[in-house]
């Protein structure tokens, strides 16, 4: 992690907008909430299905992010964000 993107051909940059624990139903408000209606979804070390997880979260809006599917502190969480171009 950075403060700043370094641009560089082996790594793109992120920008984390929230940090939430896993709760499908939380996560599913959180996006609506934002209209939020098209994520990519990538997951590290998480066992939930990514497109499972489309599918159960039934988005509607214009907006996208980018989820992240991880660990924090031994907990499954979501980290939401953006890719910075």
């Known amino acids: 992690t950075a403060d700043t993107c370094q641009e560089t051909p ?5 920008a984390v907008e929230d940090v939430l624990p896993f709760q499908l139903k939380r996560l599913r408000h959180y996006l609506r909430e934002r209209g939020i209606g098209q994520v990519t979804i990538k997951k590290r070390g998480s066992a939930l299905e990514p497109e499972q997880l489309r599918r159960q979260l039934r ?13 924090v502190r031994g907990e499954t969480a979501v980290i939401v964000g953006h890719e910075i171009t």
């Open 59 to 71: 988005l509607q809006g214009e907006g996208e992010c980018i989820l992240f599917l991880t660990f």
């Open 10 to 14: 082996f790594a793109r940059c992120f």
